[in-house]
């Protein structure tokens, strides 16, 4: 499995004076942190044998960055308390331009036309849910009140871009690209079954004992206790808890 030697561009606590605006890049509004390394990141050339997580922020990426994590390790699963899950499966917009990690395969969240596995929540669930991380992310623009988020999420205009272009695009590109497409309330009602869609896009083999482990492992009461998935190590000028927590509820009520 991979091992990460790029160094993070987490913001230090000393870095962090205000909130980020926003800014255009190809039509899409992006923290103004991206600006001085938008062009490493768009110059970035995946491996063959990559693996592409991709989803709105908001819509499961941790999860399903630490399902995938697990079903690659099989068998070995203490292997995914070894690092934060961030540091196991980085952002590419959150890592220098070298990006360096080894082994089998690196786990990446980058726009490609290699394999990829995307993943996409309900609307209704998915703005909310992001409301709250804009009002904890010290990294992320001023949410506002709720009534204020609402509109500029409807309109497309917060960080990384329109929910709706974002879950069509990617559900045309399914068509032209080796991409899995899961649903957020399908993990929730039947995960034993979404994982094994998981593991067989990966052409994994999963023993249902290594299945079951999976399932409970993953479960969403599980991740929020977990700290190497609970954004916990993530010093607090950075990501503020007692604001709201990095997993809030899990919930599927659209």
Known sequence: QESNKGKEIWLSEQEVKLRSTLVDINGVPFPSEMINGWGAIRNFRARP????????????????????????????????ARAPIHERMPFIEMVLPKLNISGRRRVVQKISSLEIIYVARNAK???????????????????????EFLEIFIAGKVS??????????????????????????DMKENPSQEIQKVAEFLDLQL??????????????????????????????????????PFMRKGETKG
């Open 49 to 80: 044998d990559d693996l592409l997580i991709c989803t709105y922020p908001k819509a499961g990426t941790t999860w399903i960055q630490e399902i995938v994590d697990m079903v690659l390790h099989g068998e070995d699963l203490q292997k995914c």
């Open 125 to 147: 669930d998915n703005v909310v849910s992001y409301f709250h991380f804009h009002r904890m992310n010290k990294t992320m623009p001023e949410p506002g009140t709720w009534e």
């Open 160 to 185: 990384y871009g329109s929910w709706f272009d974002h879950v069509r695009g990617w559900w045309e590109a399914k068509d032209r690209h080796p991409i899995l497409y899961l649903f957020y309330e």
């Open 207 to 244: 023993p249902e004992s290594v299945l079951n482990q999976i399932v409970q492992h993953t479960k969403f009461e599980h991740m929020k206790a977990n700290p190497m998935t609970n954004y916990t190590t993530m010093p607090s000028s950075l990501l503020d808890h007692s604001i709201s």
